[in-house]
């Protein structure tokens, strides 16, 4: 397989959408003609606007006779530093290193020249600025290689000119412009002044590197921060310090959609350093403003002991009452019934089971999550009467400010937020109720305020990935082939017409597209509790029941895992031409033969130790996984290795692919093993990692990460490499066991994760 799809408009579509899946607005477009786009400044710096995906963008002048800035993104000095600026925001995923890498690459700058600055938020000037679907390494790569290209080209042209010769006989490497006929050589900052006076050429006629002329990109990069974070820099939102600001904190009704009757303010403004406190009505959206009542102090530690004094009356006749345990009762009676819906329906499914050797039926569940960063939500905003100013760690910016200024009633263009590094995202800081709370919080206080959430805060009022059921059986043929498939999805939904975000399934979902007898229909159940995207949402949870029930029918059918899931891939085929967000089995093949390979499948284990294998296709992104599993006779389970291979296209920095990738091992295999929230009442139970027990350093399996460097576009890796995780765990549970985990988390059905202490033994 080696078609290519189109790079920009499939993908443009493809990642748009899955942006438009969390809610998020697009940046307004600008409509400009090409003449209109390039446009050469007066002095020492230049202005280029170039394609960004959708709308086209003008960009900045230079603002120094020192420095040439041939874009929103680059600025070289006569000293011969090179600035790149990262647009868009870092919550860990790496993109304030990797986006940088990307210009540099077509730039050919040597990597210690460059300094990397977060950018401004300006939509004219970026586009879209967010971190969300793991999109922004396919979004921005070929943008940002034209924005890089087109800098190296006027510095060529540059030099070319001052040595009377062509620029085709001029080379580039580690900021440097060379002509080899004559031995002559120039720094890029040389050459700033002269480069900035040259017309700026088409960017679509320029010629882009091949993979294998790539320098930089694939190598390991140390991120940019890194000093910084390990020496404890004031980077992220809860470092942030402006003079004269307060300390608030909000409480809110422990069920959502509660609102305030009384509260003990007076007594609350008599404690020890508390400023102010007072009620706020909200504007009736949760993702903005609910209602709540407001502590402000002199520091945080005065805000948080005022708030332990609190006594609030709540009117909970709207609020919610959602129930996990009747929800799941429910599911359990719905699932036996016929669907509310069809999702898909393809074939004869009906014919398909009456003529199988053998069905195989098994019902699965999983519970909602919060998504549990290690920096809870904060922002600061300084509300200055006519315009407002935020500092915040947010994954949509953009968004944020437009819901910041309908809040206030503010023109956009009085509303300012400064990009802050953020302590982990994983889909929570899409929604922007913080950056309001704040900023609704500075304007009653008349002060700039600092809101900082606690632990249990972010605990209880959090956007949380949903819980689901799906009730599936599978018809097998007497050689043991898979003929049919039915998958009765139980889900939620908010507003009785969709799925909450997270708890929907698609046409799409493997191996349906890859069945001549099909069916996946539908029920929902009402739901009150907010639902957010949670790391790859959808795709996290419907790949546990899925590709673990591929294993069962595997199992049933007696027959090896491996050869089974290669044999459902049939031939190479991609099953929307031109479309990335489709998936290619001849790459999904090759990621599962090299997992297997990698991980030594089929070698015989001790007795209660197993292979486990699982695939999943999410976000543009085939991704393997084989985990090593032992299981004793207490029933402890002890991952000792994840072997991952992924195939994401050209990686860009590939320390920090196998970082995320590491780190989407980890998170997954946390979850599965005993997290899940408690929903009684409309309240969350759990309320701080002593109920919600993330895993520890020392539990951390060994992960061994390899790469299929495919010519195909680039995609994220924050997300795809998450979802086959718990599927290869729970069958190589099976396989050491003859457990099979049909509950997460795993504690549900008596399984433990093992203590270091007692998997001793087994390394």
Known sequence: MNAQPPVHTSLDAYFNSLLAEFELQAAPNTALDRRALLKLSAGSGLVLAFWMGAPSREVGAATSPTEFAPNAYLRIFTDGKILIYAKNPEVGQGVKTSLPMIVAEELDAAWADVVVEQSAINAKLYGRQVAGGSTSIPVNFEPLRRAGATARAMLVSAAAKQWGVKDGECTTADSFVMHAATGRKLGYGELATKAAALPVPDATKLTLKTRDQFKLLGTRVTGVDNPKVVSGAPLFGVDQVVPGMGYAVYEKCPAVGGKVVGANLEHIKSLPGVRDAFVLDGNGVVQDLMPGVAI???????????????????????????????????????????????????????????????????????????????????????????????????????????????????????????????????????????????????????????????????????????????????????????????????????????????????????????????????????????????????????????????????????????????????????????????????????????????????????????????????????????????????????????????????????????????????????????????????????????????????????????????????????????????????NAVFAASGIRVRSLPMMTQGLMRATVADATAGR
Not at 309 to 336: C, G, I, M, Y
């Open 296 to 730: 402000v102090a002199d520091s945080t530690w005065a805000a948080f002991s005022a708030r332990r004094h609190l006594q609030v009356e709540w009117d909970e006749s709207a609020a919610s009452k959602d129930s996990w345990s009747a929800a799941s009762a429910k599911a359990r009676e719905l699932a036996s019934q016929a669907g509310a819906q069809d999702i898909v329906k393809k074939g004869d499914v009906d014919q398909a089971f009456k003529g199988a050797a053998k069905k195989v039926e098994a019902f699965y569940s999983y519970p909602f999550l919060p998504h549990a960063p290690m920096e809870p939500q904060n922002c600061t905003a300084w509300f200055k009467g006519d315009s407002i100013e935020l500092w915040a760690p947010t994954q949509t910016p953009q968004r944020g400010l437009q819901q910041v200024a309908g809040l206030l009633k503010l023109p956009e263009d009085k509303v300012t937020v400064n990009q802050t590094r953020a302590g982990g995202g994983f889909g929570r800081r899409l929604v922007n109720d913080y950056m309001c709370e704040a900023a609704a919080i500075s304007k009653q206080a008349g002060m700039p305020v600092k809101l900082q959430w606690s632990r249990e805060d972010d605990t209880r009022h959090d956007f949380y990935r949903v819980g689901g059921f799906h009730a599936l059986s599978g018809a097998l043929d007497a050689k043991g082939k898979l003929v049919g498939l039915r998958d009765h999805f139980v889900t939620f939904t908010a507003d009785g017409k969709a799925p909450v975000i997270g708890g929907n399934i698609t046409p799409e979902e493997f191996p349906v597209p890859l069945l001549a007898n099909a069916h996946i229909a539908q029920t929902m159940m009402p739901l009150q509790i907010p639902c957010g995207a949670w790391r790859a949402p959808k795709s996290n949870s419907v790949a546990f029941a899925v590709q673990s029930f591929i294993h069962e029918l595997a199992t049933a059918a007696g027959r090896d895992h491996l050869e089974f899931l290669l044999e459902i891939m049939g031939e190479p085929v991609w099953l929307a031409p031109g479309t990335p967000g489709a998936l290619n089995t001849g790459r999904a093949a090759g990621v599962i033969k090299l997992a297997a390979e990698k991980a030594g499948w089929g070698t015989k284990l001790p007795a209660g130790r197993a292979l486990g294998l699982a695939f999943y296709f999410s976000h543009a992104g085939h991704v393997a996984e084989v985990a090593e599993v032992s299981v004793d006779a207490q029933r402890n389970v002890k991952v000792h290795k994840v072997t991952v291979a992924a195939d994401i296209g050209p990686i860009v920095n590939l320390s920090g692919a196998e970082n995320q990738v590491q780190g989407s091992v980890v998170d997954g295999l946390s979850t599965m093993m005993n997290l899940s929230l408690n929903i009684e009442g409309g309240r969350i139970k759990e309320s701080n990692f002593h109920d919600y027990p993330i895993m520890r350093m020392a539990d951390a399996p060994e992960v061994n990460v390899h790469f299929i460097q495919s010519d195909f576009p680039p995609t994220g890796v924050g997300e795809p490499a998450l979802p086959p995780l718990a599927p290869a765990v729970a």
